[in-house]
């Protein structure tokens, strides 16, 4: 060791592969006889224990968010070849589906699109102001002469061959437009995280009124 140690760095490193050493050495006992059935037992255990409950508790919320997705796509309101001139809109517009449709001098004004889609529809002389429009998109829609003051719509909105012709936009929003009131349901993850800690908390009684009585292994 002295040799080894001669000044307190080395020392140091000494002391750490010593440690890194014994540890190793107490670790295989654990996979020798008598110790080896006892221990593949126990990883056995331990490894479901925990691939279950935190991969359930990454699970559950994932789960919940698919199944509100399904039931809000089930409800989703279908309008085929409309017709609207001279309409305000200042409402808001949610998980609607618009095809073919033709709108002319149609005010869209201070209000949300959420969850609205416009398919091949045509929007002529029409006036966007204050807009917000969250998961809504326009696909293979027509902008002739169409003015935009202040709303979100910009290029990612307006996909698979939308054309906007003679139209203008200003003072386009910028930033997310989500709001953690309507759009965001962040709060699931940490209300079903919640109630999967309460799930276990009778577990933990039992075994807490159990352990001294039969044991901890037996508990396991």
Known sequence: MESESGNPVSKV?????????????????????PMKENM?????????LSFGYYGLSVWFPDVIKHLQADEYASKVQIHINE????????????NQIHRNGIFIHDQFVNMKLKSVT?????????????VTSVGSLFKNCTFIETYFFNTDIDESKLVEGTEVINSTFTHNKTGCQMTFDDDYSAYWVYFINFLGTLAVLPGNIVSALLMDKIGRLSML
Request: proline share 0%; charged share 20%.
């Open 13 to 33: 490193f000494f002391r750490i592969k010593t440690e890194i050493h014994g540890i190793y050495l107490n670790l295989m006992k654990c996979f020798n006889y």
């Open 40 to 48: 593949m037992r126990l990883a056995t255990v331990w490894f479901t």
């Open 83 to 94: 017709r609207i001139e001279g309409f305000t809109f200042n409402f808001t517009l949610e």
């Open 118 to 130: 416009f398919i091949d529809s045509m929007f002529r002389n029409c006036y966007f102001d204050d």
